[in-house]
């Protein structure tokens, strides 16, 4: 094992992991596998050619690609920020996100080539745009334009608090805020964890499997971990649950980030039952919570450990963790936690005015530590509605600390529904419906209620091959939870949409029940 702690930017972690490693994997793509060795000197070559176009700000949009992480350490090493734009949004959406970031360079995957086409008008009129895996019959072509740099090692001149990746938020209203991280929010955590800690110290023969997208801090947040470790990441196009189970076999996957949405999706795909998971150790999960009875169908079907992630975009992931040892199958209490902060992460709640909530009172959620986010790009205003002077930033979600600092998630505090004067969180809703028999998926939101104000609806999908009957839900819940939390309607959909994250867009849920409503509240 080696000192992190001698290592301060991604760049000399590229290099490193070259000396230490230089003929093992570092990413395995359709085929094509990239040695340590190789992966270092291709950056080279990207960060001497971004130095001599004198490239700032670097941008890619597309699907995931092991050419994207060469571009990522290329500009990080170069002393660019790097950016990756969300391959789901419209065309418009994109643009908008590029000309707020304002890169010099912007590569282009082949399956954006016409969606940035035709809002090419709406870009920077200097924009270079490079193709990457080709595609389009004017622009460079990446590797090309990479062999064709010099490939001596480039002089990494970069420091530890420089800000070097900027990830753009899900963006629930507006513009989505582009999330400035340094290296050392990428590395600081690293340098606080414990040697035995599941989640962050891997074997030399450990195997990652990196399928969340490219652009969120699940995707290229999990690759770092990969990387840190210089373990090979086996990386997908997009999530596919059934070319996932064949990875997971053929390549000897031992570790792996799925959101719970799309851990259901493996486990209850026809060939999961006969799949050789005898290589898996650890999947963590997180971004949703994790209703009990899928944990339980995982557990017996892989038979690994799992690992509990709480975090933000803006906290650079993970900054609590439910470990393996404190995951229990009874539905204890703690289950309902997503743990407790993660090393060198700190977390107090809070009310409306910043002042620490005593245990067990539910406020805003506040984290401080060396995974929190530089800031906003370009936002003053709204880097200082988050981050206080002390460096605490207020995380938009609603929770409550037990005795022992275990963590309590609600929701989301836009999301609270308040019903008659009670506060309703939607999680815990969701997770009591999740466990019904017939139902597949769920999402809780409040409507408007001439009575109550709002009212709590919930929207749910069936099982394959199962039929769901509302009465029937509404009767479960009721079981379940106190009457004022049930809902009071229930609507069957075919599918609950969702961002590439695997997160539910409760707004678009809303949308119809609010459209015209002079308030989004009651």
């Keep these: 094992m080696f000192d992190i702690g001698t290592l301060s930017t991604v760049g000399a972690l590229a290099r490193e992991n070259a000396r230490r490693a230089p003929a093992r994997a570092c990413n395995i793509f359709e085929g094509r596998v990239t040695t340590f060795a190789a992966f270092d000197g291709f950056c080279d070559r990207v960060a001497n050619a971004i130095a001599d176009e004198g490239a700032e700000r670097v941008a890619y949009v597309g699907k995931n690609c092991d050419l994207a992480f060469e571009i990522f350490v290329g500009s990080a090493r170069a002393g660019a920020l790097f950016a990756p734009v969300n391959w789901r949004l419209a065309p418009p959406e994109i643009a908008a996100i590029v000309v707020n970031f304002d890169p010099q360079i912007l590569f282009v995957g082949p399956e954006l080539v016409d969606a940035v086409t035709r809002v090419r008008g709406q870009l920077p009129a200097g924009l270079t745009l490079i193709a990457v895996e080709g595609g389009h019959p004017e622009w460079p072509d990446y590797a090309a334009w990479r062999d064709a740099a010099r490939g001596e090692p480039y002089p990494e001149q970069c420091r530890p ?32 964890t414990p040697p035995n800690l599941a989640y962050d110290h891997w074997r030399d023969d450990d195997v990652s499997l990196m399928s969340m997208p490219f652009a969120h801090i699940a995707g290229i947040g999990w690759w770092m971990l990969g990387f840190l470790n210089a373990c090979p990441n086996v990386i997908t196009r997009e999530f596919d649950p059934g070319a996932i189970l064949q990875i997971i076999a053929r390549e000897g ?15 209850r795909h026809p060939a999961a039952a006969g799949t050789d998971f005898s290589r898996v150790n650890l999947i963590c999960y997180g971004a949703a919570p994790m209703p009990l009875a899928l944990l339980r169908e995982s557990i017996a079907l892989i038979g690994c450990e799992f690992l509990q992630c709480y975090g933000l975009t803006e906290t650079t992931g993970t900054i609590a963790m439910l470990l393996p040892e404190e995951h229990t199958l009874e539905g204890a209490p703690r289950m309902r936690s997503a743990g407790r902060a993660a090393p060198g992460s700190e977390i107090r709640i809070v009310d409306a005015a910043g002042a620490p909530l005593p245990v067990g009172e539910i406020g805003e959620i506040a984290i401080r530590g060396t995974a929190v986010m530089v800031g906003y790009h370009a936002n003053p205003e709204a880097t200082a509605d988050v981050l206080d002077r002390d460096g605490w930033f207020r995380s938009g979600d609603a929770g409550y600390l037990d005795e022992e600092g275990f963590l309590y998630i609600h929701d989301r505090i836009k999301d609270m529904i308040i019903t008659g004067g009670e506060n309703v969180y939607p999680a815990e809703v969701e997770n009591a419906i999740f466990g019904h028999p017939d139902v597949n998926e769920v999402a809780v939101i409040g ?24 009465a029937n839900v509404l009767a479960w819940t009721r079981e379940r939870l106190a009457a004022f939390k049930c809902p009071k309607t ?10 590439a994250a695997g997160k539910v867009l409760k707004r678009e ?13 009651h």
């Design 161 to 192: 608090e420089d800000p070097v990746l900027v990830l753009y938020t899900s963006g629930t209203t507006g513009l989505p805020k582009g999330a400035l991280i340094s290296h050392d929010n990428l590395f600081g955590q690293r340098r606080h």
């Design 253 to 267: 996957v031992s570790k792996l980030f799925l959101v719970p949405a799309a851990l259901q999706f493996v486990v």
């Design 447 to 470: 409507v408007p209620d001439e009575t109550w104000g709002e009212a709590v609806k919930a929207i749910v999908s069936a099982r394959p091959g199962h039929k769901v009957d509302a």
């Design 490 to 499: 229930v609507e069957v959909v075919d599918m609950l949409p969702r961002n």
């Design 509 to 521: 849920l809303r949308r119809p029940f609010w459209s015209g409503q002079n308030r989004q509240v």
